[in-house]
């Protein structure tokens, strides 16, 4: 599976030893494991299931941020009720670590490619 759009990619191969799927963003990229990525997939939904509680109550200049942890994940969506972006910090057991980030609507859409692709 493989899957990109303005600021963001995604790619899964199941089939591959090690690390078999990438994601990416603006100038960047990195390797994760099938369940780095289900567990990324998993917080980035309840993200937006947060965001999406409280939107209808911000007003149109209102800023949020959310911040979440999960597992070797540490994600961040920040914007304001109509466009969000994401920052994550990623510190694996196995001591790999990364950072990035992806700006309105390239987040939505990243987070939309993980729910369709459904279980990995």
Do not use: T
Request: net charge negative; hydrophobic share 45%; aromatic share 8%.
């Amino acid at each position: 599976m493989q899957a990109e759009g303005a600021g963001w990619r995604l790619a899964v191969d199941p089939s591959r030893d090690g690390y078999q799927a990438l994601i990416g963003g603006e100038g960047w990229a990195i390797e994760l494991s099938l369940e780095e990525l289900a567990s990324l997939s998993a917080l980035c939904g309840r993200l937006q299931e947060q965001h999406l509680a409280i939107a209808d109550q911000l007003m149109a200049e209102e800023a949020i941020e959310i911040a979440l942890e999960q597992g070797p994940w540490w994600l961040e969506l920040s914007g304001d009720r109509e466009r969000w972006g994401l920052r994550f910090v990623l510190s694996a057991p196995n001591g790999r670590g990364a950072e990035g980030m992806w700006q309105p609507p390239a987040s939505g859409e990243l987070c939309l490619a993980l729910a369709k692709a459904g279980s990995f």
